[in-house]
């Protein structure tokens, strides 16, 4: 089993950023932690501040890899083409979110990319990855 895991804009700053929203750990810690609990699973992590390189991104894992679960971060609420891509590779899709982005401001609300994706996990924290990553192990 093969999966990306992608993370959008300002999830880098993960253990700095806003922690009392999303926590005090950063993504490469808990990325370790995933990868020791998964050790059967070949996972990546990749993560970017910029439109066009998630884009590219989903279009190079998209068609070979078993599966990519995605934080878009703030993209998710603006961007067609993410969902575009998302569309138009094979590898099914989870949309991820540490945050329950329908308790915060109404422009969160909504996702673009929600409609092309296998499913969306919101508001479990980091959790949220490794309930995507089971699912994908189930199918």
Known sequence: MKLLILNGPN?????KREPTIY????????????????????MIYKQSNHEGTLVDIIHEYGFEYDGIVLNAGAYTHTSVAIADAI????TGVIEVHISNVHAR???????????????TIA?????????????FLEQ
């Open 23 to 42: 926590g005090n750990k950063s993504f490469e810690d808990y990325f370790e932690q995933l990868t020791t609990k998964y050790p059967n699973v070949d």
């Open 87 to 90: 569309a138009g590779v094979e």
């Open 123 to 135: 508001g479990l924290g980091l959790k949220g990855y490794e309930l995507a990553v089971q699912f």
């Open 11 to 15: 999830l880098n700053l993960l253990g």
């Open 105 to 119: 401001e109404v422009f969160r609300h909504k996702s673009y990319m929600a409609k092309n994706c296998v499913g």
